[in-house]
């Protein structure tokens, strides 16, 4: 079902940004070329080069490369997707969407995408429970952004509760349905 789509994974710092990694590989193996988006601080929780390798593309971080100024659209990436998944979604990162800041690649393409978004949300309970993130949430919501809800479980802190990435064949599953429903519409 994901033969031929165009998809930008967005990555951001979280713990759960391991499960990218097999986000990507599945993504890939339905058939979906996908470019990944990797925000400073996701670089510091799964390695570029192991995105790069599963998703087939270079991954983007920076608007240019240093050495010899080739410029990474957000423009054109924001063109050619289909979908703008970001998985894990960070409090951070939602809250700058909610309020158009735009500091990063991710950030820029975000607001320069043309297709629909979905996020995976992955953060500590309180944090996502705090009314800050769910009016950032419903702000996204506002905006036409979908949503994965996390679940519930043992968190990175060692707390129990809702805040945890949803599982990679689950968010693949979301992704087809997606689709699916796009197309009979």
Known sequence: MLKDKNIILG???????????????LLVKEGANVKVIMTTYAKEFISPVTMATLSKNTVLSDFFKHDDGTWNSH?????????????PTTANTMAKMAHGICDNLLLTTYLSAKCP??????????????????RNMDILRSYGDLFIEPSSGELAS????????????????????????????
């Open 158 to 185: 060692g707390l129990h509760g809702k805040g945890r990435m949803e599982e990679p064949d689950l968010i693949v599953k979301e992704i087809i349905g997606f689709f699916e429903s796009k197309k009979k519409n």
């Open 75 to 87: 423009v054109d990436l924001g063109i050619w997707a289909d979908l703008l998944v970001i998985a």
């Open 117 to 134: 978004v979905m996020h995976a949300p992955a953060m500590d309970l309180d944090m996502f429970k705090h009314p800050a993130t769910i």
């Open 11 to 25: 990555v951001t710092a979280s713990i759960a940004a391991y499960k990218a990694a097999t986000l990507v590989r």
